[in-house]
């Protein structure tokens, strides 16, 4: 038997977790049967005249159904969502890093293999790092030393920092650590191609990173992690949660496909764990 645990954020209207907005307007039961019965009336293969008049005798009430007219007195609720593809848990294309990877041109979400987004997962600890705090390589083989694991090829590596429990907070954003450049390249020389963080960024918050550059005015204290996949090509998976629900660092599957969205740079995605 296969249990499965959610590794995914909602998204929330209005979050303050978010640096950018997010807006989700809902239609009731009630206005979505409204607003179907008028566009049945307009929403036609009919000619231009013929949708007018229509239009009209729905206003005026000849010819007009509402959510009274649908069985059980309701129509269909949906949602309209204004929100960047990098709120919630989301896939970052390589095409979010630059226009090129690896001197060919990126990928963008919809052009990234599903057969990536499944296959053998591992948690590394990092809980003990502070705000701001860089994971470096050093840390990365200790991680893996404490669980007895060596990197193999298409392993999806979760770095946990535990900054979940921050989620929907107005500090959330600016409260993890994050990896360096060589580290992220340090994991795709083992044949890793998607990282996974449960915090805000795979790179430190935005505050550190540009205090840091306006200080030094050096250009690669700026999104290094990110960055990285200029040269090397990588994915990698932002926002994620609950990863102290998954019983064993080792041993389960990972599934990541994210949402298909023309010429995007990321896609959101229900990821999931699945253990034996």
């Known amino acids: 038997m296969i249990k499965i645990i959610d590794l995914s954020v909602t998204i929330k209207n209005r979050d303050k977790g978010q640096l950018e907005p997010v807006h989700i307007k809902y239609f009731s039961h ?5 607003l179907l019965g008028l566009g049945c009336l307009i929403l036609t293969n009919d000619s231009f005249l013929t949708r007018i008049k229509n239009f009209f005798t729905y206003v005026s009430g000849l010819k ?16 309209q969502v204004n929100i960047s593809t990098h709120c919630g848990t989301h896939l970052d294309a390589s095409y979010h890093y630059g226009p090129t990877s690896e001197d060919k041109p990126s990928l963008t979400i919809e052009k990234i293999a599903p057969e990536i987004c499944f296959s053998d997962g591992l948690i590394l600890d990092f809980r003990n790092k ?20 060596h990197l193999k090829p298409k392993d999806i590596v979760l770095i946990m920092t535990g900054r979940d ?22 994991i795709i020389d083992k044949g890793v191609k998607i990282i996974g ?54 041993g389960f599957k990972i599934a990541c496909l994210p949402i298909k969205i023309e010429n995007a740079s990321a896609g959101w995605c229900r990821v999931v764990a699945m253990i034996e």
């Open 30 to 34: 009630k206005k979505g049967g409204n």
């Open 64 to 79: 007009r159904v509402t959510y009274k007219d649908f069985p059980d007195n309701f129509g269909l609720a949906w949602e």
């Open 130 to 149: 502070k705000a701001g705090e860089i994971i470096t390589v050093q840390d990365l083989e200790i991680g893996l030393k404490k669980i007895s694991y």
């Open 165 to 186: 429990k921050l989620l929907y907070k107005k500090e959330y954003p600016f409260s993890h650590p994050g990896l360096s450049k060589e580290s992220v390249e340090w």
């Open 197 to 250: 963080i449960d915090a805000w960024s795979i790179d430190r918050p935005i505050s550190f990173m540009i205090k840091d550059y306006l200080k030094y005015k050096d250009k690669s204290l700026l999104w290094p992690a990110h960055l990285a996949g200029r040269k090397r090509e990588f994915f990698h998976i932002e926002q994620l949660a609950n990863l102290e629900a998954i019983p064993k660092p080792l």
